[in-house]
């Protein structure tokens, strides 16, 4: 019975996104909130200056107005009559806390768009800004799991699960590193959104695996979260696929940045976060890689352009072929991920 409500909250997510677009586009239109694009990446992306950015807005309410309808309406049927949508009451509080940090995550985000657009240049909130801002998101969500766990459960979780290496317990250093996994998966989606339909493809791709690892863990909230992403995704994919009428902005990509992470937190599982993310991580290490390269050849660089999506344009993939190659790369980790669970390695 959930699969029907699976697929009522990615109906109405998509449908509600693509009709908040079409109001909201040409708002921004009218406010003349355009995106700058900077001289510095492929020069025919010129073209697309002033399209108009804080896109992300449509799907941050497409997913949230479905879930408000869909989640009641499954826990009053009688597939849900007398248990919990969440399963416990622990699932509930982290499934909340992840909509508040995907929420925080955005509000960095719509700040810092709406600087750039104030300044009339893509400058908004600089580096450390972002990363204290972003650590402190974290650390709100980190710090909600860790009291809940001790509270329902007496202990709170501390280890790893390394595919075919078993359990490794990280003590005080997993919340460390988990802060560090959270921020650098939501900044590697930033990267990723690049290439008009990137991100929305890429990841519409994690949120349908995140739907079948719901089935296998048997999980309805997880479920019901990650199908109103998927549909929030398809439905900016109508206004964002090239050419783009509107951009998600840093307001869409860090949301979905921190709605990623919290879907891999409410598993339980740092690894699953990190293969269904490795498209996204593979954009963020390319600028590391370009950077380190530069300076210690003095000169030279490793690809044309960074983050990688830029190189491929470079040497001749077209935007729409760079979504479906990216989108079947990221599709194959996600698959991988899926496998390593039913194996139980992650």
């Known amino acids: 019975m959930i699969n029907i409500y699976i697929f009522l909250t990615a109906l109405s997510s998509c449908l509600i996104t693509i009709f908040l677009g079409k109001l ?3 708002a921004l239109i009218k406010l003349k909130f355009g995106q700058t694009i900077l001289k510095i990446g492929p020069s025919w992306h010129q073209k697309k200056q ?8 449509t799907f941050i309410f497409g997913i949230l107005l479905s879930l408000v309808v869909f989640v009641p ?3 009053m049927s009688s597939a849900g009559m007398g248990m919990q949508i969440f399963e416990t009451d622990l699932m509930n509080i982290k499934l909340l806390a992840g909509i508040v940090m995907s929420l925080g995550f955005g509000m960095i985000g719509f700040i810092d768009d709406f600087i750039k657009i104030k300044r009339g240049k893509n400058l908004g909130l600089n580096a450390k800004q972002k990363l204290i801002l972003q650590f402190m998101v974290a650390s709100v969500f980190l710090g ?6 001790m509270f329902y459960c007496g202990n709170a979780k501390t280890y790893i699960k390394i595919p075919f290496l078993g359990n490794w317990d990280l003590d005080l250093f997993y919340w460390i590193f988990s802060a560090i996994i959270i921020v650098g998966t939501v900044n590697s989606v930033n990267l990723n959104d690049g290439v008009d339909g990137l991100c929305g493809s890429v990841s519409l791709v994690v949120a349908f695996g995140f739907i079948l690892v719901s ?4 999980m309805q909230g997880l479920g019901l979260l990650s199908s109103a992403m998927f549909g929030a995704c398809l439905g900016f994919l109508f206004w964002n696929f090239y050419p783009a009428k509107v951009f998600m902005g840093d307001t869409g990509s860090l949301f979905l940045g921190g709605l990623i992470c919290a879907l891999g937190y409410i598993t339980g599982s740092i690894p699953l976060i990190i293969l269904f993310s490795f498209t996204y991580i593979l954009e963020m ?3 590391i890689l370009q950077v380190l390269y530069f300076k210690i050849s003095k000169g030279k660089r490793l690809f044309k352009m960074s983050p990688i999506h830029h190189h491929f344009e470079m040497i001749g993939y077209s935007e729409k072929k760079i979504c479906i190659v ?5 599709l194959f980790f996600v698959s991988l991920g899926i496998w390593l669970i039913s194996i139980n390695q992650v």
Request: net charge neutral; hydrophobic share 45%.
């Open 285 to 287: 290490f390319s600028v």
């Open 215 to 218: 089935k296998i863990f048997n």
């Open 144 to 149: 909600t799991i860790y009291l809940s766990e």
């Open 326 to 330: 990216f989108s079947i790369a990221t």
């Open 73 to 75: 309406a499954y826990y």
């Open 50 to 57: 002033g399209t108009p950015t804080m896109g992300g807005i």
């Open 24 to 26: 909201l586009i040409p």
